[in-house]
């Protein structure tokens, strides 16, 4: 039995098709759209490691992938970077100086966007297909470690597959 491989319309309409599944926050102004998968945080005060990206409204040209890490709990860390641990391998990804902080209601939340690069999307790839990964969160004075989800991982697997699948077609 012979494979039926996919034409390349075939393959911009199951991506296109995919990205629209995504939430989309568009900017009239700067006419680009941000993407990200549903199951990111809606909002900044809450714990989220998760990739999202630029691109214009109609999903034909995607591009600015970035990572967003978000800290969420009752005491300040003072984050000053994070270290991995990925199936009992160390990893970094970094983002030193580049965390920010606020607070309400007896809560706080830190949390970085990081531009991402060809290497660090390969380490969101390993960390993605993962059994267990883990972040910590390295404070001036204190740490606290986190698991990164199945659920997590799954969104970076998708937005990993979703820009891969559009930014082919359009090179």
Known sequence: ???????????????LSRLQSLRKKCDDFKETCFYRHPN???????NGFFMYFGGNKEGTMVNNPRLAIQYYADDWLFIENVQLLVDGEKMSIYTS??????????????????SLNDLTMDKLLIIANSNTARIRFNGSQYYKDKNITLKQKKALRDMLDIYDAITSLSS
Not at 5 to 15: F, L, S
Not at 40 to 46: D, F, K, V
Request: net charge negative.
């Open 97 to 114: 100086g580049e965390w920010e902080r606020d607070h309400d209601s007896g809560k706080i939340w830190e949390y970085c966007d990081i």
């Open 40 to 46: 990111s945080p809606s909002y900044i005060n809450m």
């Open 1 to 15: 039995m012979v494979a039926r491989t996919d034409t390349k319309q075939e393959v911009k309409n199951k991506a």
